[in-house]
């Protein structure tokens, strides 16, 4: 199967360019290879996130790496990145032909502009409405960086201050996250949490059998 998973990425390399030279300098199309989430980056063309080829996927990617084959398409969704840029997304799964997700092909639309001038038409016309904020996703070249982001969302859970039941689902949460598909992520995260790795190998197999067995502590 590896071989026709490399022809699929092949084949869709030079459709990142084409995308990209029809919609124009607001649109950015991203090529992942899934099987190496730290530098899923192979092909890119725009630059709305600012990614490089070699670069590593998003929390939207590691999410998608973490449901395997049961994970979906997420199209038309809306997020913001870091640097204030509000973009409009699909992340469109690559398939071989025995139904395994290996990789996705992302298209990225800077719609800030487009965003700011409804609102201004909306006050204008006396029909703006608050409007739900879309969450903050961090692109970045370095996976560890985005690992770092995904951990910062717990802080406001003290480890110390969590009984098992609490340390246990702090897993199960990164886990479900893609965190761990990322090499040295253990490690990461034990050092974050000021925790020995052993320790966190073992609330990690723990979580795993908890959500396989559908147990509660």
Known sequence: MEAE????????TSVVDGIVATFGPVCEVVLHDYRRPENSVVAIAGSVTGRRIGGAMSEIG?????????????????????????????????????????????????????SEVHALLGALAGTGTASEEPPVTTFGDDIDSVVDVMLDAHRHQSWALLDRA???????????????????????????????????????????????TGGHS
Not at 5 to 12: N, P, T
Not at 70 to 99: C, F, I, P, Q, W
């Open 62 to 114: 590691l999410r998608m790496v973490a449901r395997g084959d049961e994970a979906a398409d997420e199209l038309n969704y809306v997020t913001r990145t870091d640097a204030g840029k509000l973009v409009k997304s699909s992340t469109m799964l690559l398939r071989d032909s025995s139904g395994a997700v290996f990789g996705a092909l992302c298209v990225n639309v800077d719609v800030t502009a487009a």
């Open 5 to 12: 998973q490399d022809a699929i990425i092949a084949a869709l």
């Open 166 to 212: 609490g340390r246990l689902d702090l897993f199960r949460s990164l886990d479900e996250r893609g965190v761990f598909a990322v090499r040295r992520a253990i490690e990461q995260v034990a050092g974050r949490l000021g925790i020995s790795r052993a320790s966190a190998y073992s609330y990690l197999s723990q979580s795993r059998k908890q959500a396989t």
